[in-house]
């Protein structure tokens, strides 16, 4: 397997059960959407719909593929994705904690670019 379709698999696996886990039951009217650009290498999810008269979107998380690395764009939550990711078989050197200015990325663990 090349190493993109193994990063994708691992970026899908991670976002697919973590919206079973943690969205799985909910009834409040949010659905849940785990949004796939294979193509163009964005993979994100998102939470949308209504509850109590308000609309909501939300992404919990977004990540792209860049330049043969995984760049955490987005975690708005108290998981730590890179770590799940580091599991499914994504090296450290192939993460870029995107949310980190980039002057400060070289203290993270992780790739800068």
């Not at 764009?73 to 078989?89: I, P």
Request: proline fraction near 3%; charge should be negative.
């Amino acid at each position: 397997m090349d190493t993109i379709k193994k990063y994708q698999n691992a970026i899908v696996d991670f976002l697919t059960s973590y919206a079973k886990e943690v969205y799985g039951s909910d009834p409040s009217g949010i659905t849940t959407q785990v949004v796939l650009d294979r193509e163009h290498y964005h993979y994100l999810l998102l939470r949308v719909g209504w509850a109590d008269n308000r609309h909501s979107h939300f992404c919990p998380f977004h990540f792209d593929i860049i330049n043969d690395k995984v760049w955490i764009q987005v975690n708005n939550s108290e998981t730590m994705v890179a770590d799940e990711l580091m599991k499914r078989g994504v090296p450290a050197s192939a993460i870029v904690l995107a949310f980190h200015r980039e002057d400060m990325r070289q203290y993270t663990g992780f790739a800068v670019t």
